[in-house]
């Protein structure tokens, strides 16, 4: 009956971040140790006073409203005051189930064309080609640290500039963890304002920048950005579903359209999760946690690029997030004597033959033949790793060491995938 099913969405299928949990789901059943580097999600447990709040209001059961509890979208108001030095007010926040449902509502609300700077996130483009939106990838490079470059969306412009544009960033970025120079994000910000393209700034790394000094292109580009961000990644809460979009006063209008949207389909965020994330927003104490985050995600992630780029392997080193990109290409000619010529061949291989689970390039809009992929270093005993953080004096240099056992899955997989590239 797949004739009854819109044509776009015929060749659609799971968001691959997911179906690759999934998948090392099903063979850890099997009974094969993965190394579940595939899956981005935050190895960190919820702040206490997070959850305790969350505890306290499970009592709470009617409907808020559809933009978000008042008092929740000022702390987020608030935050962005204080943290990224942009004048937001309480009024130009949005609540949403996970930033993600709202960047597809976004996408449903205007016309126009997606610009995406790949290699980037694994849902943008399917989630345009769900709305049957053109979707125009740029490709940035290695030696730019992948940063779009002014003269590449300049590019872009002079090739469309009949129709309405909307250029996705991500930084600290997934799947990469590199940021944006403050030089280069001016810059952009100009080309935006010249041709009128909106901008989605997807900040949802940015409390994990590892030296807390992520910089919004909203600073420079505030009437046109919108910052997405919310707790999956920072607060380690992605099972809870708490995002939020916040807009610029010029795009009021976009804003109504998103909320009557949410109005008719998700009706609001769940009411408990919204009381909780006033704390989250507001309790000083996270300060403390976020550092001790940021320092062990930097000392995992420095270990596993350094390593892979003292056997060979390309790879940038990540200032933020939990990702590296690593590039294989060194190693083209053994793998193509391996019938290995693709991003997702590689993957698969190397998958059957270690059991490393990583994600190929082309699922972020890389060109196939790229031997590229995405390994995210959240397989490690967070608990564990945040309390011999905590034990080390804040002036110390963490190291692998000081994490031990906690870390060693990580160290394991990386060496296994040594051993296979050169193997």
């Not at 009854?4 to 968001?15: D, F, K, M, V, W």
């Not at 991500?170 to 944006?180: A, I, K, L, S």
């Amino acid at each position: 009956m797949s004739e009854y099913i819109h044509s776009n969405l015929n060749a659609l299928e799971r968001s691959a971040t997911l179906a690759i949990n999934e998948h090392s789901d099903n063979l850890e059943k099997q009974g094969k140790h993965i190394f579940r580097f595939g899956f981005g999600q935050s190895p960190f447990p919820v702040p206490e006073k997070v959850v305790d709040s969350l505890q306290a209001n499970a009592f709470r059961k009617n409907y808020l409203s559809v933009e978000g509890l008042p008092e929740l979208r000022q702390a987020i108001a608030n935050y962005h005051q204080k943290f990224d030095n942009i004048d937001i007010e309480s009024e130009q926040v949005l609540i949403g189930p996970g930033s993600k449902e709202l960047m597809f509502s976004l996408q449903l609300a205007l016309k126009g064309i997606t610009i995406l700077p790949a290699p980037c996130w694994v849902s943008y483009s399917p989630q345009a080609k769900i709305l049957n939106r053109e979707i125009i990838f740029t490709q940035t490079r290695y030696e730019d640290n992948w940063q779009l470059l002014p003269y590449q969306l300049t590019k872009v412009i002079n090739n469309s500039r009949s129709q309405p544009k909307l250029l996705i960033l991500n930084y600290p970025g997934n799947p990469h963890g590199c940021t944006f120079e403050t030089e280069l994000l001016k810059e952009l910000a100009n080309v935006c304002r010249k041709n009128k393209i909106i901008v989605l700034s997807d900040e949802i790394y940015s409390r994990i920048h590892y030296q807390g000094e992520h910089v919004s292109i909203a600073r420079y580009y505030p009437e046109g950005t919108i910052i997405s961000s919310g707790l999956s990644k920072w607060c380690a809460a992605g099972g809870w579903r708490l995002g939020h979009f916040s807009f610029p006063k010029e795009l009021q209008y976009l804003q109504n359209v998103m909320a009557s949207v949410a109005s008719e389909t998700y009706s609001c965020v769940s009411t408990p999760i919204q009381y909780a994330g006033i704390t989250a927003y507001e309790d000083e104490s996270i300060d403390d946690y976020l550092f001790h985050c940021r320092r062990v995600l930097e000392t995992v992630g420095q270990y596993c690029a350094s390593t892979l780029i003292d056997a060979g392997i390309k790879v940038r080193m990540p200032v933020g997030a939990f990702y590296i990109f690593p590039d294989f290409q060194p190693f083209e000619e053994i793998l193509n004597e391996r019938n290995i010529c693709d991003s997702k061949t590689l993957c698969k291989q190397l998958l059957d033959d270690t059991g490393v689970a990583l994600l190929p390039g082309s699922d972020f809009g890389r060109e196939a033949k790229e031997l590229s992929a995405r390994l995210a270093y959240v397989n490690f005993n967070g608990n564990e790793t945040l309390r011999k953080s905590m034990e080390l004096s804040k002036e110390s240099v963490l190291t692998m060491e000081h994490l031990s056992e906690s870390v060693l899955d990580i160290i394991n997989g990386i060496n296994e995938i040594i051993n296979w590239i050169k193997s």
